[in-house]
Nanobody, 120 residues
């Protein structure tokens, strides 16, 4: 069974940086495209970024382009989200997810989420 475990969330001031990690187990990691989503209180879960199986292709939400970078280390079964120039509106629970195809239309597996709080 595929398990995804996020880490790296926390509290940071506006303008700061955080790097989220998502470790996968119970699967052949290179079989999956990976994505990051976020959900702020009272709002729907929104797409943040996605990366192909090899890492050669990426997609970003307009709201994070130029500030966030998604990457993966297939040897470590881990996907990362480097978040720079953080804004208070980036405050949310961040989830990683695994998809069979890229670009993903649906995601088959989800992590439990990690909280990111950005203070002004």
């Amino acid at each position: 069974q595929v398990q995804l475990v996020e880490s790296g969330g926390g509290f940071v001031q506006a303008g700061g940086s955080l790097r989220l990690s998502c470790a996968a187990s119970g699967c052949t990691f290179t079989h999956y495209a990976m994505g990051w989503f976020r959900q702020a209180p009272g709002k729907e879960r929104d797409f943040v970024a996605a990366i192909s199986r090899s890492g050669g292709n990426t997609q970003y939400a307009d709201s994070v382009k130029g500030r966030f970078t998604i990457s993966r280390d297939n040897a470590k079964n881990t996907v990362y989200l480097q978040m720079n120039s953080l804004k208070p509106e980036d405050t949310a629970v961040y989830y990683c997810a695994a998809a069979y195809y890229y670009p993903p239309k649906t995601y088959e597996y989800w992590g439990q989420g990690t909280q990111v709080t950005v203070s002004s």
